[in-house]
């Protein structure tokens, strides 16, 4: 009895207790808002296509370092283009030094944990993973949508993927093929460079059918996105580098020849030379029109959907898009970019090689030097450039060096980039621009069957001259003529694409890449460190 | 008297917590005397310097813990840390807890200091038990100042200051400047005047703070209501702070004081105007072209020198606003009940509401087109809790005390922001967004979060003849951050005291006045730091693609969510000892403590493929700290007219990173051998091989681990360039990691001392406080910049640096310097005056203060007292960001009536 109050307070607090436990199962549950589960946004089949396909777009481009084929710095552009020799980001006094990041590419003296490589593996594999989920969802959903579009697709996403591929074949040979979302640590290997290749090539001709035979680089449902003559492109990449990327042990001297390389195109075998010619041919005769612009700087103009040569792009409109193009503000003088309303960096360069391949200072220039440099004195809006300092600015393309520090052209010595219009309409340091990122283009595609006929032992010189005298025609000026021998279509090959990353891959399937058989390794670059470190299946490429 | 107080704590075993150790008056006194000796500080704000805010007060005062540089209040509210870090990945910031309600650093530090009575530090897990989760990484009780009974007090306390900036950095002059450019035949961009930037954008600074409380109270019921204004203008132009508090604390006695009640409202208004680049402000002031004028151009914006990208006109860089307006608001009751039979009750509810309001404007001639930022925030928090306990005393001998507590708490924030840019005009400000033409996708957004917690708690304590005390404990913690089926934790603590000094065969040891001895031990869950849904497969907008002409937002996968996300677990084990001397005049503490961190919460770099992101938040990792601390107070002199009282706390400690491996989702994952955690920065520094301070296994967290420079030497050009050492001898240098580094030091103190000397002659006082670190390094990333010749004429250089005539940019440990230092952080003056019973003033009092008197180090930059604690990219190293060093003089008058 005297006990009792005692009692009922300890069961009300017990009781009270195991209420708050209970309810706490409903309690403690996440509720996101901000944020949706993927199973409640995919109602029909218009959200479906456009989570599963639309969205791997946004990965092409980038707005922050590393990420994007093209556009943003310390990528997979940068690999091409400043691992080759190109173009340079010399060391200028106190700026641009990084640590030795540009002079270690330049010197090909990186080493496995260069920011490059980590970022350009991440990049890649993060868009295969994107992809193989993407597949994933098209198969969990699939009632939403009929065979065909289904088919299409799923076709889509693999095209993707498969360029995704290509570019890891191209960069680090021996990569892990991922196909599924669902895969363990442990099951993850390296395929050898030829499994690679045969993979990337198998999974473009099962896509081939199903893509539309559309244009890629101009406004509409298929803007910026990959349809049949882009995976002709990636296909005709494919078999173009077919020795190179075939070949297990690029260290040592012996290449598969091309002619003996078998592959099927749309169920006939071909030799690698063949099978080049066979897809550039596929886009010539797609029912997209493709067609070499009248000028080479049609391609690059403020408003280039319309330009007829491009193929594939990466859409641009500053106030649509996140997608940043760096390459331009990375290169120009400060004074110069802020004369013209933009930011600069006054870093990347022409190299001393590629004013000789134009033949910058001799009395044969090749005309495309005006559209692709900035050079000598500056003008703007017409007017030379007057500094700060009370000087002219003068671009000195021959002073550039290495290492300017000390050296009086320190701000002012090498060709800047041109090549892209200027864009008045340009935003953010004029990195948010109209003109789409030029990836894929017809040009590319004449020379590429040009250099392939000739290694085929046949006679490329009409598509080699289409290319070669274009911008002369253009101009009413006059172009010396040239045979199509190999060396004159590098030479073209790196005139023509001069910025557009593709230079380190041409310098390689040219073996000029390297000055001596033991650097050889260099082709291709290290796994990443960090790639290593967290997956100890991986193995380094052989002379890291 | 203990149970008035509106503290769930006191109603708790006092002997378990040694800062609850206030017992008897002696004892209370003592340790008034020697206000570091314990863990408790009792606050005497009149007695310092002048304080920045409440955080300010714990700075040097306590063993294990630390308070950041207090020249940046943003960035020193997160750096304040209790017995160093212990998570990777956040929440190790301590839990603040305000008259028992749950609060924040942050809100702290807007509180009075002098409304604030005293601050008690928890630190062992047994103390922190009762906080379970909330309070892993240490917990900051404060209680306020409180009416008392039959007492009326109306009260004034204020201060006026002046801030002086009177250490800067010896760049060249202009006309150093023209005089080293003509003769190394460079040119520069001659702007015809002569700048000091460093001292163009700093100003005499002013500080003031008043304050007004009332209080009194009667038999059964007790009130105080205190408002307070501060304003602090900092030395940096556009920068400073206004605050305005108000305070209310009633308490309220029923039914012959057997129903208690209490209430509690604050309230805190502030407006903030920081800088919206700390780093590139200073990096101007010291670099920027010193022949630019220092006025407006024509069109009334400032000359920038495009030359010099990565910096801008330093004055220009101030009218960027980055304003702040924050409103908090918090109310309390308790109910707490003498049942009888040995039983009380309480109930507690608490509820606390924050917004905030952020206007940034970026005129067009500091950022390309202009841009106007605006963004809101609002965080509810409310928290309730239910306690029971039972007393018994069986005869002397035998006391127990059994506690039950639940607890629950919630907290919800929401927020959105916009951008807009391309400004018709910069008249504007951020007062109108419509001048904006351009509004970017990814300029607007909104969001939304919400956090819960469970807890449920018994504790048993037992005392046996007043002098050996058992207690345990056992929580359990549930969050709804962890993941489905992971949420609750069970942590278990238990403890042991003994007073020695009660037993008999001590009670005539007359000169021994005090001995106790714990020891504890205790799991705690943590998982602070951490947003909520990263269990969650998510889909967030990403971007946008387009269709047919219109822009469609696409949805992404937000990161890589974790299903098995759960607590990170910290064992700890501790041993204590106090000891009082001769009446406690000599005051000793002496405690060591070991955890062990696991299931460590950190952002795991996992291997792509298989995963679609690098990152994932997981439970691997293990880490452990160990320290000793020490604390020693002395009644050095104690006569009618003089006192002298030498209080010190000492704190050695150490961290060591164990692994970062562990099994995720059935896989055992590696970590990175170099994680990088600072880098240097600027012209000529963009990533490469800059970085300086990593988190490597087997190491400190944040060593320094760099190429080794064995000196100076002349390259082909004659310049000269950082020598590096082949370490691994393979004939050639690789500055990468893995390459030629080594470690070569930690950037935290092992040794952190704090000392606090007052003497008192009459009604004068002086009390001086030093604060020292030891055993910690600096990377001097502000002189590998300023010294390198390479910089001019874009960048200014140090005078120095035409002598030694570096002309390279290599990071390398040339420039890793000694970090200890000793700092006067300030010295008070005082003057109180005797007042008479039967006078209306019951007290009086003046003083003048100095703040930052004087730092003595062998460090070669600006200041050695930099960011040494907490882990983010500016951890050691001293990267262009460090502001003027400034000393503060104020005078402040207090009057009680």
Redo the contacts between chains.
């Keep these: 009895m005297y006990h009792q109050p005692y009692i009922i307070h300890i069961r009300l607090i017990y009781i009270s207790i195991v209420c708050v436990l209970l309810s706490s199962c409903s309690f403690l549950n996440e509720e996101p808002r901000s944020g949706q589960a993927e199973e409640s946004i995919i109602t029909s089949a218009a959200i479906l296509e456009r989570q599963a396909v639309l969205s791997l777009y946004d990965h092409i481009g980038g707005n922050e370092d590393g990420v994007g084929l093209q556009g943003t710095y310390r990528g997979i552009y940068d690999l091409q283009t400043f691992a080759s020799n190109e173009a340079i980001i010399p060391v200028r006094g106190g700026d641009w030094f990084d640590g030795g990041l540009w002079v270690d590419l330049y010197l090909h003296s990186w080493s496995e944990d260069n920011e490059c490589f980590e970022n350009a593996w991440l990049y890649l594999y993060q868009l295969i993973g994107l992809c193989n989920h993407s597949l994933a969802l098209l198969e969990k959903h699939s009632e939403l949508l009929s065979t065909e579009r289904l088919n299409c697709d799923i076709a889509e996403v693999r095209s993707l993927r498969a360029m995704a591929y290509t570019y890891l074949l191209d960069l680090f040979a021996r990569v892990p093929i991922i196909t599924s979302e669902d895969i363990e640590l442990n099951a993850i290997k390296q395929s050898e460079r030829s499994e690679v290749f045969r993979f990337v090539w198998n999974e473009l001709q099962e896509a081939l059918k199903y893509l539309p035979d559309e244009r890629s680089n101009s406004r509409g449902e298929y803007y910026g996105r990959v349809t049949r003559p882009v995976a002709c492109f990636i296909l005709m990449k494919v078999a173009l580098n077919a020795e190179i990327w075939t070949d297990d042990d690029w260290t040592d001297e012996n290449l598969p020849d091309g002619k003996l390389i078998k592959l099927i195109c749309d169920g006939a075998e071909k030799n690698a030379w063949d099978a080049t010619i066979y897809y550039g041919e596929q886009i010539f005769t797609s029912s997209a029109n493709y067609a070499l612009c009248q000028s080479q700087t049609n391609c690059f103009a403020v408003y280039n959907e319309t330009a007829s040569e491009n193929i594939f792009t990466i859409p641009m409109d500053p106030t649509v898009y996140r997608n940043r193009f760096k390459n331009l503000f990375r290169s120009l003088h400060y004074q110069h970019a802020s004369a013209l309303g933009y930011g600069g960096e006054n870093g990347s360069s022409a190299t001393e090689e590629t004013l000789d391949v134009f033949g910058y200072g001799t009395k044969h220039k090749d005309c495309r030097f005006a559209t692709t440099f900035f050079a000598d004195t500056v003008h703007v809006n017409g007017l030379p450039l007057i500094l700060s300092s009370g000087d002219t600015l003068v671009y000195h393309p021959r002073e550039v060096l290495l290492n300017l520090t000390g050296s009086p052209f320190v701000a002012n010595a090498g060709a800047r980039m041109s090549k892209y219009a200027y864009d008045a309409g340009g935003i953010f340091d004029g990195q948010l621009r109209n003109s789409d990122i030029v990836l894929f283009r017809l040009a590319d595609v004449y020379l590429a069957i040009a250099e392939a006929k000739v290694r085929n032992g046949q006679d490329g010189s009409m598509e080699f001259e289409t290319v070669r005298t274009r911008e002369a025609i253009a101009l009413g000026a006059f172009q010396e003529p040239r045979d199509a021998t190999l060396e004159n279509i590098y030479y073209e090959r790196w005139i023509e694409l001069m910025w557009e990353g593709w230079h380190r891959q041409d310098q390689i399937r040219f073996s000029r890449y390297v000055e001596f058989p033991q650097e050889r390794y260099e082709t291709v670059f290290p796994i990443p460190l960090k790639a290593l470190q967290t997956n100890s299946n991986l193995s380094q490429n052989k002379g890291y | 008297m203990r149970r008035t107080l509106p503290f769930l704590l006191t109603l708790l075993c006092p002997l378990l917590l040694n800062g609850q150790s206030v017992q008897s008056d002696d004892l209370l006194k003592a340790i008034e005397k020697a206000e570091s000796l314990t863990d408790t500080l009792r606050v005497e704000t009149s007695r310092r310097g002048y304080l920045i805010n409440a955080l300010d007060v714990l700075n040097g005062q306590s063993a294990g813990v630390t308070v950041g540089s207090n020249t940046n209040p943003e960035a020193m509210i997160s750096s304040v840390r209790v017995r160093g870090n212990h998570s990777l990945t956040g929440g190790n910031e301590p839990l603040v807890i305000i008259d028992g309600m749950s609060s924040d650093l942050r809100t702290l530090s807007t509180i009075f200091p002098g409304d604030i009575e005293t601050f008690t530090i928890l630190k062992d897990a047994a103390q922190t038990a009762l906080y379970g989760a909330r309070g892993a990484s240490g917990v900051i009780e404060v209680r306020t100042r409180r009416g008392a009974e039959g007492k009326f007090h109306v009260s004034y306390a204020g201060d006026v200051g002046f801030a002086h900036a009177d250490h800067f950095l010896k760049m060249l002059s202009a006309d150093e400047y023209r005089a080293l450019t003509n003769e190394r ?1 460079i ?5 015809g005047a002569a700048t000091d930037w460093q001292k163009a954008i700093v100003r005499t600074g002013f500080v003031q703070n008043h304050h007004i409380a009332l209080g009194g109270g009667t038999e059964n019921a007790n009130y105080r209501g205190a408002v307070s204004y501060s304003q602090n203008n900092s030395i940096i132009r556009e920068m400073g702070t206004r605050n305005l508090t108000a305070k209310v604390d009633i308490t309220q006695h029923m039914f012959s004081k057997r129903l208690t009640f209490d209430l509690g409202l604050f309230g805190a208004i502030s407006n903030n105007q920081y800088l919206n680049d700390v780093q590139k402000t200073f990096y101007s002031a010291a670099t920027f072209n010193p022949t630019f004028p220092n006025s407006r151009n024509e069109s009334g914006g400032y000359d ?6 990565q910096i801008n006109n330093p004055m220009g860089l101030l009218d960027i606003k980055k304003h702040n307006a924050a409103m908090h608001f918090n109310t309390h009751l308790r109910v707490t009940g003498d ?3 040995g ?1 009380t ?1 309480g109930i507690y509810g608490s509820y606390s509401y924050d917004a905030d309001d952020d206007s940034h404007f970026y005129p067009t001639y500091m950022e ?2 202009g841009k106007v930022y605006r963004g809101a925030g609002k965080s509810h928090l409310w928290l309730t809790n ?1 306690q ?1 306990r039972y007393t018994h005393d069986w005869g002397k001998a035998h006391h127990i005390e059994a506690d ?1 507590l ?1 607890e ?1 708490q919630g907290r919800t924030s929401t927020g959105f922001h916009t951008t807009v ?2 400004l018709a005009s910069d008249a504007f400000g951020y007062y109108n967004l419509a001048v904006g033409g ?1 509004r ?3 300029g607007t957004g ?5 956090q ?1 917690m ?1 807890s ?1 708690m018994g504790r048993f304590c037992y005392t046996a003849l007043g002098r050996y005390t058992f207690t345990v404990s056992a929580r359990g913690d ?4 962890a993941a ?1 089926g992971h ?1 609750w934790g069970f942590f278990p603590s238990a403890n042991i005291s003994w007073n020695m000094k009660k037993e008999t065969w001590l009670q005539d040891v007359n000169w021994l006045t005090r001995l106790n001895l714990r020891a504890g031990w205790g799991l705690t869950g943590n998982l602070g730091g951490i947003a ?2 990263q ?6 907008p ?8 219109l ?2 937002v ?5 990161q890589n969510e974790n299903p098995d996300l759960t607590w990170e677990k910290t064992q700890t084990a501790n041993i204590g000892a106090e000891l009082g001397f001769w009446n406690n005049r000599v005051l000793l503490t002496v405690d060591y403590y070991y955890s062990y961190i696991y299931d460590m919460l950190y952002n795991y ?10 990152k994932v938040l997981a439970n691997l990792g293990t880490m452990q700290n160990q320290g000793l601390e020490f604390g020693f107070g002395i009644a050095a002199v104690k006569t009618r007219d003089w006192d002298v009282n030498i209080g010190l706390n000492l704190t050695w400690q150490a961290n060591k990173l164990r692994s970062l491996n562990g099994y995720y989702k059935g ?1 055992y ?5 170099y994680t990088p955690l600072a880098s240097v920065s600027g ?8 970085d300086v301070v990593y988190q490597i296994p087997g190491y400190s967290l944040g060593v320094f681990y760099l190429p080794h420079c064995t000196g100076l030497t002349t390259n082909d ?1 004659g ?1 000269q360039v950082y020598e590096i050492e082949d370490i691994n001898g393979d004939g050639f240098i ?6 030629d580094r080594r470690i070569c030091g930690q950037a935290t103190p092992k040794v952190l001392l704090g000392s606090n000397i007052s003497v008192r002659f009459k009604q004068f006082d002086l009390s001086i406080q030093l604060n020292g670190a030891f055993g910690h390094k600096i990377y001097n990333g502000s002189s590998l ?1 300023y010294m ?1 010749m ?3 004429p ?2 200014n250089v140090l005078k120095d640096a035409s002598k030694t005539n570096i ?1 390279d ?3 390398s440990d040339y420039w890793l310097e000694n970090g200890d230092y000793v700092n006067i952080d300030y010295v008070t003056l005082g003057w109180t005056l005797p007042c008479k019973p039967e006078w209306k003033l019951s007290s009086f009092r003046l003083s003048v203060s100095v703040n930052n008197l004087v730092t003595m180090t062998s460090y070669s930059g600006l200041t050695p007292i930099i960011n040494s604690t907490v882990i983010n990219n500016s951890l050691g190293v001293d990267d262009k960001r460090s502001y003027p060093v400034s000393r503060t003089y104020s005078f402040s008058l207090q009057i009680q009536f």
């Excluded at chain 2, 920038?304 to 990208?309: K, N, Q």
């Excluded at chain 2, 696409?554 to 937000?558: H, N, P």
């Excluded at chain 2, 994952?669 to 051998?673: D, Q, R, V």
């Design positions: 035949g040119k520069i961009a001659d702007g920038g020198y495009a030359d010099a990208s049942i009888g039979y039983l009750a390309s087109t239910a029971l039950l639940g629950l840019n391309r351009l970017l996708w990814e909104s969001s939304y979060e919400q819960r469970a449920v549930a969050s709804s951050v489905k949420k909520a849904y269990s969650l497969r998510l889909l967030v990403s971007g946008i693609a387009e269709t047919n002409g822009p469609d696409i949805l992404s996968l937000a770099t996992v291997p792509v493929p298989p995963f679609i992101y690098d896989e994952l590696t970590a990175p051998t012209a000529g520094l963009h990533g490469g091989n800059t050009k310049e690789d500055l990468s990691d893995g390459g910049s390198n390479g910089s001019l874009y960048y002309n940019l290599t990071v």
